[in-house]
T-cell receptor, first 116, second 111 residues
């Protein structure tokens, strides 16, 4: 069974440009999460989808970030326009159930975003 | 609000020595706790999780963690370190349906 996949693995862009990150969850997993790790800091929650609906987007830093999950399958996270402080590693995770967050979340390898 | 603190951003041990990675939590409700590991150039992999069934939790690769309510701790241990254990380790607590992570501890293993 394929794990969570993320594309691209690395992205280097200029400040002010747009970048779109993609996440493909494990097949059959209704719950999809985005997390981010800024250098030197802890991994922080961004948002949680249940199927195509946003269950919790309390961690989204500002309106330059837009997440979508069309048809409840893959998800994209768009940053527009990118700022220097957006640099970091963006992780996607998925789980079949959530049950208050107690179900195991399976993580992808992450996308390393560098904004110059 | 729930939170976790990992003591020591870097830990170095010799091969064959005990591994002890510390995690303390803060939670107003009985916590659900996780340990994840990230090997170089890979994603986070679940090592083990505590869901109140048993205080001593055994995980993969010989790791285990003991939940101690009186100390609000969930330290990760392994009796004998192997070179392949070199990685970054993350403790996390569940809060509001999501994971709250500690700062991570990088484990180095010396030959």
């Amino acid at each position: 069974e394929a794990g969570v996949t993320q594309f691209p693995s690395h992205s280097v862009i200029e400040k002010g440009q747009t970048v779109t990150l993609r996440c493909d969850p494990i097949s059959g997993h209704d719950n999809l999460y985005w997390y981010r790790r800024v250098m030197g800091k802890e991994i922080k929650f961004l948002l949680h989808f249940v199927k195509e609906s946003k269950q919790d987007e309390s961690g989204m830093p500002n309106n330059r970030f837009l997440a979508e999950r069309t048809g409840g399958t893959y998800s994209t996270l768009k940053v527009q326009p990118a700022e220097l402080e957006d640099s970091g590693v963006y992780f996607c995770a998925s789980s079949q159930f959530n049950r208050g967050g107690t179900d195991t979340q399976y993580f992808g390898p992450g996308t390393r975003l560098t904004v110059l | 609000a729930q939170s976790v603190t990992q003591l020591g951003s870097h830990v170095s041990v010799s091969e064959g020595a005990l591994v002890l990675l510390r995690c303390n939590y803060s939670s107003s409700v009985p916590p659900y706790l996780f340990w994840y590991v990230q090997y170089p150039n890979q994603g986070l992999q679940l090592l083990l999780k505590y869901t109140s069934a048993a205080t001593l939790v055994k995980g993969i690769n010989g790791f285990e963690a003991e939940f101690k309510k009186s100390e609000t701790s969930f330290h990760l241990t392994k009796p004998s370190a192997h070179m392949s254990d070199a990685a970054e380790y993350f403790c996390a607590v569940v809060s509001g349906g999501k994971l709250i992570f500690g700062q991570g501890t990088e484990l180095s293993v010396k030959p």
